[in-house]
């Protein structure tokens, strides 16, 4: 299974327009961003949205020591901001701190409790520190907050499918995916729930329209293999585990699957 909770994070980045083979590594950019924040802050010192700019450039660099500390000169300023709330949690989230993590985006939704992505943010937090009562609460906060708000449903589902309430699992990637039909990810843990309660065809089906949405996925092509053997199908197995085969070759992750993948095709 892969779960990709959404977050909201927007960093104010102004691309420059280069030949791609010139264009600078992704850190240098963000370095004269970096720079050039500073020296508009010191324009605007009580500006708490200079310091958040700043402290979200600081957060994709990897550098959150000083992303914290922007977060927190802009909070001095405006303690009621609560994005730079969002924002710091998210942070805490990166460096596995969740109970900071925690305070941060509970802080967030008390400022502005309709934002659902707040409180998905805050339920994320809580799913990870398994306190798994308050993230389903959380989780349907932000529902509330916006029912159309699909990362919400996926992330909800993929708390469920981690602890083995597929009922539930299905319930959610199915409402995440009637709000957004392209997303191949929430088609990809459908049809792996689907996998794990041995319902064949329709893990096929969820597994094939992942597959269509996204043909660069190189994992979908062994579940669809191992499926497809399921069926008996060993035309199409051998289809997919050579497309696998292929695209997997110099993927070290996918070392124990490609073993697997060899045995199937030799049998």
């Given at each position: 299974?892969?779960?990709?909770?959404?977050?909201?994070l927007?960093?104010?980045?102004?691309?420059?327009?280069?030949?791609?083979?010139?264009?600078?590594?992704?850190?240098?950019?963000?370095?004269?961003?970096?720079?050039?924040?500073?020296?508009?802050?010191?324009l605007?010192?009580?500006?708490?949205?200079g310091y958040?700019?700043?402290?979200e450039?600081?957060h994709?660099?990897?550098?959150?020591?000083k992303?914290?500390?922007?977060?927190?000169?802009?909070?001095?300023?405006?303690?009621?901001?609560a994005?730079?709330?969002?924002?710091?949690?998210?942070?805490?989230?990166?460096?596995?701190?969740?109970?900071?993590?925690?305070?941060?985006?509970?802080?967030a939704?008390?400022?502005s409790?309709?934002?659902?992505?707040?409180?998905?943010?805050?339920?994320?937090?809580y799913?990870?520190?398994?306190?798994?009562?308050?993230?389903?609460e959380?989780?349907?906060?932000?529902?509330?907050?916006?029912p159309?708000?699909q990362?919400a449903?996926?992330?909800l589902?993929?708390?469920?499918h981690?602890?083995?309430?597929?009922?539930?699992?299905?319930?959610?990637?199915?409402?995440?995916?009637?709000?957004?039909?392209?997303?191949?990810?929430?088609?990809?843990?459908?049809?792996?729930?689907?996998q794990?309660?041995?319902?064949?065809?329709?893990?096929?089906r969820?597994?094939?329209?992942?597959?269509?949405?996204?043909?660069?996925?190189?994992?979908?092509?062994?579940?669809?293999?191992?499926?497809?053997?399921?069926q008996?199908?060993?035309?199409?197995?051998?289809?997919?585990?050579?497309?696998?085969l292929?695209r997997?070759?110099?993927?070290?992750?996918?070392?124990?699957?490609?073993?697997?993948?060899?045995?199937?095709?030799?049998?």
């Amino acid at each position: 299974m892969r779960t990709l909770p959404v977050f909201l994070l927007i960093f104010v980045l102004f691309l420059s327009c280069q030949p791609a083979e010139k264009k600078p590594p992704r850190k240098e950019e963000l370095s004269r961003e970096a720079t050039r924040l500073r020296l508009g802050m010191m324009l605007t010192p009580e500006d708490p949205t200079g310091y958040l700019e700043l402290g979200e450039v600081y957060h994709e660099m990897g550098e959150y020591e000083k992303a914290i500390e922007q977060f927190q000169e802009a909070l001095a300023i405006d303690d009621g901001n609560a994005q730079v709330h969002n924002a710091l949690g998210l942070v805490y989230i990166d460096m596995q701190l969740t109970d900071p993590a925690i305070q941060a985006f509970q802080k967030a939704t008390e400022i502005s409790p309709d934002n659902p992505a707040f409180h998905n943010n805050l339920a994320y937090a809580y799913d990870t520190a398994d306190q798994f009562g308050e993230a389903i609460e959380a989780y349907r906060k932000a529902i509330e907050a916006d029912p159309t708000f699909q990362d919400a449903y996926f992330n909800l589902a993929a708390a469920y499918h981690a602890r083995d309430q597929f009922e539930e699992a299905i319930r959610y990637y199915q409402q995440a995916i009637a709000l957004d039909e392209s997303d191949s990810d929430a088609y990809y843990n459908l049809a792996h729930v689907y996998q794990e309660t041995e319902q064949v065809d329709l893990a096929i089906r969820a597994y094939e329209k992942s597959r269509s949405l996204n043909p660069e996925d190189t994992e979908v092509y062994y579940h669809l293999a191992r499926m497809y053997q399921k069926q008996e199908d060993r035309l199409t197995m051998k289809r997919y585990l050579d497309l696998f085969l292929e695209r997997a070759a110099d993927l070290p992750q996918f070392q124990d699957e490609i073993e697997v993948a060899k045995q199937m095709l030799a049998q």
